[in-house]
Every structure is written in C-alpha cells, then in structure tokens.
C-alpha cells in the first residue's frame, strides 16, 4: 500500500519542442501557512536557463528568468502546474489506489503517471526518468472497462497478484484531467483518451460527444480526432490526443495551458466574473502565433456552444498547445449538448458579451471586435452556424450512430429559441 509522500517539493521536468525526453527545468515549493494559506513557489534551475533552447512553462506567467516565482491562487499551484494534475476522476483513482481519502496537491501530481496532459512531469529526483515507452493498448479496453466500472461502483478493487496488475494498469491511464471516466490507451496510430460512458448518463455519452465533434467539423471548427468503438455491448469514445506525436524515437509533447490558466481564475464560483469568452480572447492574442485565425476560431466556437446549449463549456475545456516554440489555440474537445427546461435563457459556462452569459446572438455579437471580426463577419458566421446546426444534427447524430430515443433527447438542445429572442436591451 502507497500513501502520501509528504513531499513539500518537487522537480519540474519539461520535454522540449522537438524532443522525445524530459529535462530538468526548475523546481516547485509548496508551503501552507497556519491560517491555511498555501503559497507555491517555482524557481528555474540555472542549467536549464542555460540552455539555447530552454522555452517557459507558462509565458505570461512564468517567464524565463532567475526570478522566484509565488502563487496563492488555486492552492498554491501554479495553473500550468494544475493544468498537469489530474481532476475529480484521476484523483478519485489515485486514492482509490492510495487507500487514502484525500492527498496533498504535489502527492496527485508526483501519483499520476507520465500521461498527463501537456509536456510536464515531476519527481523528487533532480535526474528526470526515462521516457514511458509501454500504455495499455486499445485491445486492453476491456479490462479497463470493468476496472473503471468498480471505481464508479465505489467497489474495493480486487486483491490478488493478477489484480494488483490491473490496478497499475488503470493507474498508468488516467493522469488527464476532467471528471469523466477516461483512460489513455495507445494503438498504432498513437495515444488516445478512452472516454466511457457513466451509469447516470441520460444519453449515450460516447455517441452523443462524437457527433458533436462531427457537427462541429461540419460547421468548419478545428476538433480533436475521435470515434466511437464497442466493448461488449457498450460504446467508448475514443479522442485522438493532439498534444502526442509519434516518432520513431518516442513521444513528442506539446506544453499546454488551459483558458482557467490564462484567466488567472481560479476554479470556483466566487471567480466566476473572470470567466469570460471575451478575456480569453484578450489574452488569446496575447499568447497566439496566429491571432487572426484564432480569434475568430475561439468566437465560432462561443457560437457553436451556444446553439448546442453546451453548459459545460467552462475554462478547463478549452486550451492553448505549443507542440513547437509557437502557441496556439488547441482544436476543440468535450462538445456536449444539455437540455434545460427554459426554452428562453440559456446560459454559457463563460461570459460571452455585454449580456454576460446569455446565449443569445446579440450578445455574442456585442463584443466581437476583440475577436477580431467585422460586424457583418461575425453577424454572418452566426447565421451560417445556426443554419448548419439546424439543419445537419440529426443526420449526422444518427449517421454517427446515435439512437433516435437519445436524438428525441438531445433535440431541445439545438438552436433553441432564446438565441432569437427579442431583447430589450
Ligand atoms: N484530444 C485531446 N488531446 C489532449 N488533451 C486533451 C484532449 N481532449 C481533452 N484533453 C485534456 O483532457 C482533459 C479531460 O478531457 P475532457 O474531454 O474534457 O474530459 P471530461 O469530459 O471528463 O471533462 C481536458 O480538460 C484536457 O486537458
Ligand atoms: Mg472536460
């Protein structure tokens, strides 16, 4: 049995653009005062500012430099850190396999293996370790099916030598974030997230989420790569991870921040005027290579949430990567559609304009400067997109497979009428 390590610190490892292996880039200090106040301090290591090819962590926020850095935000850990760690899923398994009900946030990042998102590792050793080269395989999803529905089950894992394998198996694939069950499972094409479906799901969730990344590409969105398998009798989404490039010596990573990064938000409700579609957008320009394409790309998507009525839009499920020195904005991830009873407000997770969340078309276009459109762009690229989602979800949910029982479901969800609505404003 494993337990907290206690750790107070640890080293950061970054795999450099272009590279398969960590390096050592700087270490992270965690205290917690008796007020409860935790306080994160991050310092570069000198051999790694000395480097020609050093690149920073996060570049707004922790810049290259000799400096230490401090942050009381998110306890203490630096988002691009946080950004790294796994969430209520991934945390759930570690303590699942811990046998502890709650752990320190350096013990979730130094528990969760090295599959997490973005191209950061940590360790209590200065020397980073090899590169993984073995992930369970996409022929392993079975097993991991049943191991998942155990956790979900808040079942004790079984005992016994066969089992404590299995175990590792589940712990070396679930470090990414999110709160749904995933694994990382790897095939010949390379590394992709197994998304399962949850006993509450009001819909096939592995259909219902691949059709929206469909629809999305058919409305002209740039979407992670996903489709759909069968284990047994049940559907899992499978989304192709676009922070992974396969090469004949390893793994290239991409560093990759969140939107709740950028914000400098912090996660709770009390934060929640900071998320905002219309300051990511600020500092989207700020961080992009390609402002002008990305933009107008976050914009379009603001649009396509809306007239999904995704609710679940918030800050985590959206990113930028630098698979490369350049940042830019990640392709679209974790679409889902939801049904409330009003028909006539609907509200996004970000604020989106000078309605604040309403998802309502004058309100997206309210602020559409600063994602670098005209007005008649922008007036356009809405009309185009309500024209498209109206009109294609339904073949392409059920070309995808979705059951007409779960389409009867999900069809509140579209171009609702709100959108339209007269305001007065
Ligand atoms: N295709 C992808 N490639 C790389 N990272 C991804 C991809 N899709 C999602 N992620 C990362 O994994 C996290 C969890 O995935 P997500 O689909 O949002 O799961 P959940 O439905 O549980 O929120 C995201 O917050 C993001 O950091
Ligand atoms: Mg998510």
Redesign the pocket.
Known sequence: MTSSTGASECYVYVTLPGETKFVTAGKFKLTTDRRGISTGKFVYGRSYLARENAVPIDPLELKLSTRTYETNILKGVFGSLR?SSP???GRRVIEKHTRQAQLGEIDYLLYSPDDR??ALGFGLNQEPPAPRRQFNQTMQLERLQALVDSIIADEDLPVGADAEQAQDLMLDGTS???????VVVEDNEG???A?FNHPDDQWNNARV?HAMLMLARECGLQT???RVTTIGERDVLL??????ENTDTGYRR?R?L?ALTLLRAEDSQQDRDKWSYVLFAEELRRISSQPRTDAPELFRRMCFNALISNA?DHP??H?V?AMAMDWKL??A??L?PSTPISIERRDLALGCGDMGRYAHAENLLSQSARFLLEPDEAKRAIDEMEQDIRNKWYDIARAEGVAEKDCEKIAGAFAYPGFRLETSV
């Open positions: 950004d969430d209520y899923w998102a973005g990414m974030g999110g709160a749904r069950p995933k590394l992709w997230i998304k989420e992670s790569e996903s989304v192709k991870r676009f922070d992974r991409a990759m969140s679940d985590r499920n990113a990567v990640s392709p991830y974790d889902t």
